[in-house]
């Protein structure tokens, strides 16, 4: 019964901070061990593992992406955010939040997606 939905802007321009916000219904996200995540998949290319928050409020973040990505969550809406800061259009791609219940690499354990949203970078 948990769902999860990505929400934001289709576009941003170059240099701004892309800013998605994932809403999660039938869980509480502060409650038993999971970890939400925040994937994106490039096109032409494989699913890219952006981190995640847990439901302790631990952070996790790629090595790729650390510098220029916070994960944050307002827990009174149910809700978990990814903002990427300093974008090119090579951030272009479709960003998917996701519940993984164990948190490993890869989130290989993932057991529920949003559907995705499209995010173009562009002028």
């Known amino acids: 019964q948990v769902q999860l939905q990505e929400s934001g802007p289709g576009l941003v321009k170059p240099s701004q901070t892309l800013s998605l916000t994932c809403t999660v219904s039938g869980g509480s996200i502060t409650e038993n061990d999971y970890y939400w995540a925040w994937l994106r998949q490039p096109p032409r290319k494989g699913l890219e593992v952006i981190g995640y928050?847990?439901?302790?409020?631990?952070?996790s973040y790629s090595s790729i992406f650390k510098s220029r990505t916070n994960i944050s969550w307002d827990t009174s809406k149910n809700q978990f955010t990814l903002q990427l800061s300093s974008v090119t259009p090579e951030d272009t791609a479709v960003y998917y939040c996701?519940?993984?219940?164990?948190?490993?690499?890869?989130?290989?354990?993932?057991?529920?997606w949003g559907q995705g949203t499209q995010v173009t970078v562009s002028s």
């Open positions: 928050i847990s439901s302790s409020g631990t952070t």
């Open positions: 996701a519940r993984d219940p164990l948190g490993r690499e890869y989130c290989a354990d993932v057991d529920v």
